[in-house]
């Protein structure tokens, strides 16, 4: 158990809707980052969070937002979903030590778009 | 463009024998490159790292060698154990670790037969 908490854990909606999927980091992590996994694809960072305020940006698609909340949880809205939007989407927050900085990972939301 | 490659989707070896795992980069500015692996259903896992002022990193049964001019690096497993069987991404990042947006290749799914 890495400590950090998405959910749901699999979300089945059809084209055209919004969702929100949620993920709690480790006790003490202020970082959140949200990544996702398309078939065949390697882990795609979205955007990070830092105690509240978004601090870097990746492969984010408009239709996406993301946010963190003051008690450091993270929400990730995806609106006006399409079928390729259906994927695997972590949430992961970090630690550091003398070697660099490591992320924890949740074990995911599955996204189905029908 | 694809910054880390991953070019074996799959890799098959039997329990006892060395597992090697390669992983590409091209992007120089690298410098702390990690292996995570992940099981079905779960996140992806730390496993090792090494940082680019050192050309291996050794814990137990697992050895990462970076060689910067090749800016290739490789992920060995000896002896490899059928619970080693996982999907194993590679992952880099920039500015000596304090990014956490880590850049992840496609991965390669390690299969270790009894």
């Known amino acids: 158990d890495s400590g950090v908490t998405q959910t749901p854990k699999h979300l089945i909606t059809a084209t055209g809707q919004r969702v929100t999927l949620r993920c709690s980091p480790r006790?003490?992590?202020?970082?959140v980052y949200w990544y996702q996994q398309s078939l065949d694809q390697g882990l795609q960072f979205l955007i990070q969070y830092y105690n509240g305020e978004e601090r870097a940006k990746g492969n984010i698609l408009e239709r996406f937002s993301a946010q963190q909340f003051p008690d450091l949880h993270s929400e990730l809205n995806l609106s006006s979903l399409e079928l390729g939007d259906s994927a695997l989407y972590f949430c992961?927050?970090?630690?550091?030590?003398?070697?660099?900085?490591?992320?924890?990972f949740g074990s995911g939301t599955q996204l189905s778009v029908l | 463009d694809q910054q880390v490659k991953q070019n074996s989707p799959s890799l098959s070896v039997q329990e006892g024998r060395i597992s090697i795992l390669n992983c590409d980069y091209t992007n120089s500015m690298f410098d702390y490159f990690l292996w995570y692996k992940k099981y079905p259903a779960e996140g992806p896992t730390f496993l090792i790292s090494i940082s680019s002022i050192k050309d291996k990193n050794e814990d137990g049964r697992f050895t990462v060698f970076l060689n910067k001019s090749a800016k290739h690096l490789s992920l060995h497993i000896v002896p490899s154990q059928p619970g080693d069987s996982a999907v194993y991404f590679c992952?880099?990042?920039?500015?000596?670790?304090?990014?956490?947006?880590?850049?992840f290749g496609k991965g390669t799914k390690l299969s270790v037969k009894p």
């Open positions: 006790s003490g992590d202020l970082s």
């Open positions: 992961a927050s970090s630690a550091r030590d003398r070697g660099g900085e490591k992320l924890f």
């Open positions: 992952a880099a990042s920039a500015l000596g670790g304090s990014q956490g947006n880590l850049i």
